[in-house]
């Protein structure tokens, strides 16, 4: 496609783009269960306003932008203490979850190379943990031995101790898994890192920020962060239940020690020491503003008062769902997220259903297996469940006898 001769005007420009999103889920309005987040028009603006100012200030070297140093230490230093990870912890802002974690998988590979000397290592983690480990193995020459989860979809860590050997430099847990929303054994998973001097990176991704602060209002939560011993390092996206915009996340180590197996520096090539702390080099500032601007405006009680918001919402979904002799929910949510399939998969495609939900306008995410449908609540959906759940049931009656497609998570197009 050739570009336009003489450029277009700022106006039709953002006309232009604006069209262009004619057919996009409408987020803002709290049609997505999935992709976007979204804790109301003030945060959105905020993030938006504070990435503006930042987009092309860049953090690949912070000698020259030392407002960017001082906030990612300061992003950092607030997540470190979500995670009660004491003075000793240390971290970066990453572009987001799927970084994070082939940092992790990096950093893993490099510790049992530098202190054990292991040639072929392998990463032991459970069949539900993120697609993007599976992405880290593949990229950094790890094998992944994925572990079935149990009956009730957290890790089985008998099987997962019985999978490890002296070459295993890493075992994960997530907190929650994506597929259904469960809490791992932490405790349980952390011990057999201790026990062999290994890494275990807990996937807060999703979770980080929702169970830091479900804990501090008095829910039960069972220990997940750096309180448990052997928890080498944590993933958190400040793009999801941060509600910043997108590409922040940050990967949190015990020590600045073991953070040092995730940077890279090299000065064989004729451009002088290039040192990065993570994949990219240059780094928009954007998100990283965005992300400290989200955080000190919304500051602990702004976060209660959204967990709170989007907890209740998904509780409120549990329950419609769970009365609707069509659907079975795959297990009570242990934070926000929720998966669903059909009763009986052979009378109601599921696939079907998510096909009729988005000729309405809502957005679910598509998973298997088992064939499910997965919601990602979060405070934008407070007072739409019900509108939600009256288009649920029409979906499922339409649906009945048709089928539809899984689709996908990611795409590659
Ligand atoms: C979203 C997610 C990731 C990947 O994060 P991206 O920001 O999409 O790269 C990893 N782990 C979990 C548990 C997630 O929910």
């Not at 480990?133 to 094998?143: H, L, N, S």
């Not at 962060?225 to 915009?245: E, M």
């Not at 109601?348 to 939900?357: R, T």
Request: charged content about 20%; glycine content about 10%; proline content about 4%.
């Amino acid at each position: 496609m050739a570009l336009p001769h003489d450029g277009l005007s700022r106006d039709d420009v953002l006309t232009q783009l604006e069209h262009y999103t004619t057919d996009d889920v409408r987020w803002r309005e709290g049609r997505a269960f999935t992709l976007a987040y979204n804790a109301g028009p003030d945060v959105v603006a905020i993030a938006e306003e504070a990435y503006r100012r930042f987009a092309t200030e860049n953090g690949l070297n912070t000698h020259a932008f030392p407002s960017l140093q001082r906030i990612q230490s300061e992003v950092v230093a607030a997540v470190a203490e979500w995670f009660h990870g004491g003075s000793e912890a240390a971290g970066f802002i990453t572009s987001g979850g799927t970084e994070s974690l082939l940092l992790t998988v990096k950093a893993a590979r490099e510790r049992g190379r530098k202190e054990r000397s292991i040639t072929t290592p392998n990463v032991v983690l459970p069949t539900s943990a993120h697609a993007a480990f599976e992405k880290g193995c593949y990229y950094f020459g790890v094998e992944s031995r994925r572990i079935p989860v149990g009956d009730d979809w957290r890790a089985n860590v008998a099987a997962m101790e019985a999978a490890i050997d002296d070459d295993t430099v890493l075992v994960v847990g997530s907190a929650p898994q994506y597929p259904q929303g469960v809490v791992d054994p932490i405790e349980d998973i952390a011990a057999l890192a201790v026990a062999r001097g290994i890494n275990c990176h807990v996937d807060a991704c999703m979770g980080g920020v929702t169970l830091t602060y479900l804990e501090r209002m008095g829910h039960p939560v069972q220990p997940w962060d750096f309180r448990v011993p052997g928890v080498t390092s944590i993933s958190v996206d400040l793009h999801k239940y941060g509600y910043s915009a997108k590409g922040a996340g940050v990967l949190v180590h015990r020590t600045k020690q073991l953070r040092a197996y995730q940077t890279f520096v090299t000065d064989n090539w004729l451009g002088g020491v290039y040192g990065s702390s993570g994949v990219l080099g240059t780094k928009s500032g954007g998100p990283w503003a965005a992300a400290w601007a989200v955080m000190h405006h919304l500051g602990d009680a702004g976060y209660e008062r959204v967990t709170a918001a989007a907890r209740t919402a998904c509780l409120e979904l549990t329950e419609a769902i769970d009365s609707m002799p069509e659907l079975t929910i795959r297990a009570r949510p242990d934070t926000t997220l929720l998966a669903f399939g059909a009763t009986h998969p052979e009378q109601l495609d599921v696939f079907a259903v998510a096909d009729a939900l988005w000729a309405r306008g809502w957005y679910v995410d598509r998973q298997g297996p088992p064939a499910s449908l997965h919601c990602t609540v979060n405070a934008v959906h407070e007072g739409r469940i019900a509108e939600f759940v009256s288009d649920l049931r029409a979906a499922v009656r339409e649906a009945g006898g048709m089928s539809g497609d899984q689709g996908a998570y990611g795409t590659v197009e």
